[in-house]
């Protein structure tokens, strides 16, 4: 599976949008790039995922790019309550192939 | 629907004690897994299973031992605990089909090994 790349650590205003980044250079053509978020102490909970068009749900919208080589979760209006570590990872769809956690990207959505 | 559980949520061993986690799901999965997660650090995988009766090894598979027995369950055992095992456990099923690509966590056991 496709190593990921995310920065440590972001700031966003509430209410603002959060636009979080990931690259993912080496990704394959049958590889998704999933979102998931972890708030502190608990599981982590799935946010979106997408293969090659972008993506949009109650929770989130992905936009990858048309290389595929990046893409970006954004959450339209941020709470204070989206505070948490979001993970962007690469893997091919389906239950047998396993999730692979980095070290994903603290998001501090501040009052 | 309760989604994963996971009991229990709290422990404290001494080296050398053994213990048994239990996580249970209620949504029909055919796929579970379990990971630790220690303190600044991602998910690593222990084990996982297909199906009822079947595991195989994850990332970090070295000192645990599960069984699916019940589709439903999955129990990750420590026989001799060591400080190294203190750690967050979660619990994750999977379903297949469409529109299940996704995994569902449960709320975590913290282990700690004196």
């Known amino acids: 599976d496709a190593k990921t790349t995310q920065p440590p650590s972001m700031d966003c205003a509430e209410g603002r949008a959060a636009n979080l980044p990931c690259n993912h250079s080496?990704?394959?053509?049958?590889?998704?790039v999933y979102w998931y978020r972890q708030i502190h102490s608990q599981g982590p909970q799935y946010i979106i995922h997408g293969l090659k068009n972008n993506e949009t749900n109650e929770m989130a919208s992905l936009i990858i790019t048309e290389d595929r080589k990046s893409s970006t979760l954004i959450l339209p209006h941020a709470t204070l309550r989206d505070t948490a570590v979001y993970y962007c990872?690469?893997?091919?769809?389906?239950?047998?192939?396993?999730?692979?956690f980095g070290t994903g990207t603290l998001l501090a959505v501040q009052p | 629907n309760a989604g994963v559980t996971q009991t229990p949520k709290f422990r404290v061993l001494k080296t050398g004690q053994s213990m048994t986690l239990l996580c249970a799901q209620d949504m029909n999965h055919e796929y579970m897994y379990w990971y630790r997660q220690d303190p600044g650090m991602g998910l690593r995988l222990i084990h996982y299973?297909?199906?009822?009766?079947?595991?195989a090894k994850g990332e970090v598979p070295d000192g645990y031992n599960v069984s699916r027995l019940k589709k439903q369950n999955f129990l990750l055992g420590l026989e001799s605990a060591a400080p190294s095992q203190t750690s967050v456990y979660f619990c994750a099923s999977h379903g297949t089909g469409m529109g299940t690509d996704t995994q569902y966590f449960g709320p975590g056991t913290r282990l700690t090994v004196l």
């Open positions: 080496t990704i394959s053509g049958n590889e998704y």
């Open positions: 990872i690469v893997r091919r769809g389906g239950a047998t192939n396993k999730l692979i």
């Open positions: 299973s297909v199906g009822e009766g079947t595991t």
